[in-house]
Every structure is written in C-alpha cells, then in structure tokens.
C-alpha cells in the first residue's frame, strides 16, 4: 500500500511539472481536476484500510494470533508451530520433535501448575494459558500479537520469546 502511495504521489509530481512546463490551461485544470478527485480518493482509501486493520486487531481471538510458525528468539534453530490446537516443536529443521494438544483458558489446566497459580494468587484471564496435557506443562502468555509472542513457562518462570516467521 505504502508502494502504491508513492509511486501515486511521484505521478502527481511529475504531472504537475508537466503542466507547468507550457502546457494548455485547459489541460492545466484538467490534471489539478483529476489529481485532486484521486487525492481524495487515495486518503480515503487510506482511511479505510486503517480501520480495517485496527479492527482485525481487536476482532483475532488469541487462538487466532497463535496460529501459524514462530522462531525463538533467543535460538535462531527453534520453532513453535500452532496448527489449530496442535503445537509442535521444532529443532533444526527436524520435522517435529514434539507435537500435542493445547488448550487456551483462563487458568493452567494441570493440576501442578494450577496449585502454583493458587499459591502465586495468579488472578484468572481469558485465554492467557496454555496447557498441554501430555506433557503436564502451561505457559502464561505475556504477549502475543501480529509479530511477537512471550511466554512464562508457569513451572520455571523463565520467558520464551519468539518473533513470527509464517501463517
């Protein structure tokens, strides 16, 4: 979008040099005509598709955030992949080291970690952890958006992060 705008106002400038290199004022009103209707349209455009952002934002669910590959932040060599409720870890290019189910709720879901939230007198948020059965593990999410996600691995309490890689 950012491309389009300046190659739009690059034409602008050049049209408008053009027209005042001697050419016709009839031909001079003409292009003050069309590129002030195209500005407006532009900015419009503009605007709109700043709201549509904003609102796919507040609209993701944080299932929906997840959903795609991300890379460690701190090993360039390991990913995390959410496909749906799977999670799946990756080494290396290994094909998946882990993989198992997770669940998003309001507090961890294993009995261990739900003690330590109970003794931390962590308070209960909507879809901020993540729970694995399998491997008895929950993570507390401290962030996650479009680009970055940072997990508290609720056992440890140490961070994961990691940046966006692919949908």
């Known amino acids: 979008m950012k491309n389009r705008i300046i190659h739009f106002g690059l034409t602008l400038i050049f049209a408008s040099l053009l027209a005042s290199c001697g050419k016709e004022d009839s031909k001079k009103t003409e292009d003050k005509k069309d590129s002030t209707s195209t500005e407006k349209t532009t900015q ?33 060599k390991s990913f995390v992949v959410f496909e749906k409720n799977i999670r799946k870890d990756i080494y290396d290019g290994e094909k998946s080291i882990d993989e198992e189910v997770f669940v998003l709720s309001d507090e961890c879901q294993n009995p261990l970690d739900k003690e330590v939230n109970k003794e931390k007198k962590l308070p209960k948020e909507k879809d901020k952890y993540m729970s694995c059965a399998k491997t008895d593990m929950c993570w507390y999410i401290l962030e996650l958006n479009d680009k970055t996600l940072s997990l508290s691995y609720m056992s440890r309490g140490n961070t994961l992060s ?5 949908n």
Do not use: I, N, R
């Not at 934002?57 to 360039?76: I, N, R, V, Y």
């Open 44 to 76: 419009k455009a503009d605007t709109s598709a700043s709201v549509t952002k904003t609102d796919e934002k507040t609209t993701k669910s944080a299932m929906d955030l997840l959903q795609g590959k991300w890379q460690s932040t701190d090993d360039p």
């Open 162 to 166: 990691y940046k966006k890689v692919a």
